[in-house]
């Protein structure tokens, strides 16, 4: 998971523990943006999608301002295309590189 605070991917033991931490990350970011905090301007977004020979990927990212939206890509498609949801923006990337998203209320 991408954590805009150390403009570093880190890891995750599960995806629900991602979606739990990516989750708390979008929350504390958009009080950031409720409370206007000097900070949110040195926040990192997600680097440009990677270059990749035949190996498949896909992520999705919450654009935690004051509403929040989600977006997915992935090998076929790098450019971001919206979600209705997080729920629905980590069950496409888990589909996307064949993985059955855990039951888990991620919304």
Same mark, same amino acid.
């Given at each position: 998971?991408?954590? $805009?605070?150390?403009?570093?991917?880190?890891?995750?033991?599960? %995806?629900? *523990?991602?979606? %739990?931490? %990516?989750? /708390?990350?979008?929350?504390?970011?958009?009080?950031?943006?409720?409370?206007?905090?000097?900070?949110? /301007?040195?926040? +990192?977004? %997600?680097? *440009? !999608? $990677? !270059?990749?020979?035949?190996?498949?990927?896909? /992520?999705?990212?919450?654009?935690?301002?004051?509403?929040?939206?989600?977006?997915?890509?992935?090998?076929?498609?790098? +450019?971001?295309?919206?979600? +209705?949801?997080?729920?629905?923006?980590? !069950?496409?990337?888990?589909?996307?590189?064949?993985? +059955?998203? $855990?039951?888990?209320? !991620?919304?």
């Amino acid at each position: 998971m991408w954590n $805009p605070f150390v403009s570093a991917y880190q890891p995750a033991n599960s %995806v629900k *523990d991602g979606l %739990v931490r %990516v989750g /708390e990350l979008a929350n504390l970011i958009s009080r950031m943006w409720v409370q206007r905090h000097s900070k949110r /301007e040195v926040l +990192a977004d %997600v680097p *440009d !999608a $990677p !270059a990749t020979d035949g190996q498949l990927w896909a /992520e999705f990212r919450i654009n935690a301002s004051t509403f929040k939206s989600y977006d997915t890509r992935n090998d076929d498609l790098p +450019a971001w295309a919206r979600a +209705a949801g997080m729920t629905q923006a980590a !069950a496409t990337t888990c589909a996307r590189v064949g993985y +059955a998203l $855990p039951p888990f209320n !991620a919304a």
